[in-house]
């Protein structure tokens, strides 16, 4: 059995909580490696297409990172939350027995949640003519706003060669049901139950009241084509890391992911009941 951490190294009790959980893991015989960062003094990056578990000691955002490690590999992943909202992780220390919910865990006790990824593609044009792609996946979202030398967005969206609309606006969200509760929530977009596979797509602050958020099936591409009527430079994120695609940005394409990301719950409910405490402000005691 092999355990990897993922702690946020800027959370004292988290690398405290990682400690721990080493020394009582190594007593169980499981081996025990943590994820290499500038604050740590960890360097070497560790092949962790092996390991049987993940656990990340922090935030969503540390649990983000969490997935980008594990990439297409499906290894199931516990957050353990030390963060400020931590809705995506499935125990917070305050709440419950940290060792138990690890026990749980590696005996299998727990609920697994397949989540939906991207599949995002920035194309791009060099000035002599040479097309660029790069490639990145992403749990929660990609983002394409208007960058800090552009007033707004100008673009195209298509759903698998379906134009929708020509968005003016402050630029668009295309997220997973998981990535529903970051920046597409906070555009005004919906809360998306997990078991949904499609996209959810939001556009951010549009010029028009008749601009509206939709969603798409699992099998749909999503196409964002930047206007050559009204060019601008936009800024590109993939959750929350921004691109730095070369030249000029022709369009960017959004499919499903081909694996899914694993997150270990306690169950369906425990959806719900993050999203009345995080988002109504009920506690569940």
Known sequence: MKVFLVPNYYKDEAIQSGLTLELWLTRQGVEVAWAPDQRSGIKDETDISDFDLVISL??????????????????????????????????????????????????????????????????????????????????????????????????DICVSGHHIDRLRGDGVVVSTATGSTGYALSAGGPIVSPDFSGMVCVPIAPHTIQARAFLTSPSDVVEIAMSHDRPSVPAIAVDGQFLNPEGDVEYVAVRRGDADVLLLDYGPESFYNSVSRVFYGVRHD
């Open 58 to 155: 922090g935030g969503d955002g540390t649990l983000l990172r969490a997935a980008h490690l594990v990439g297409t590999s499906e290894i199931p992943i516990l957050g353990l939350s030390y963060g400020h909202v931590g809705f995506l992780t499935a125990a917070n220390p305050e709440e419950g027995d940290i060792l138990r919910v690890v026990s749980d865990a590696l005996a299998d006790e727990m609920h697994v949640s397949r989540r939906a990824t991207l599949c995002c593609e920035v194309h791009s044009v060099l000035p002599n003519g040479e097309e660029r792609v790069i490639a990145a996946q992403a749990l929660n979202d990609l983002a394409l706003t208007r960058g800090p030398l552009s007033d707004m967005v100008e673009c």
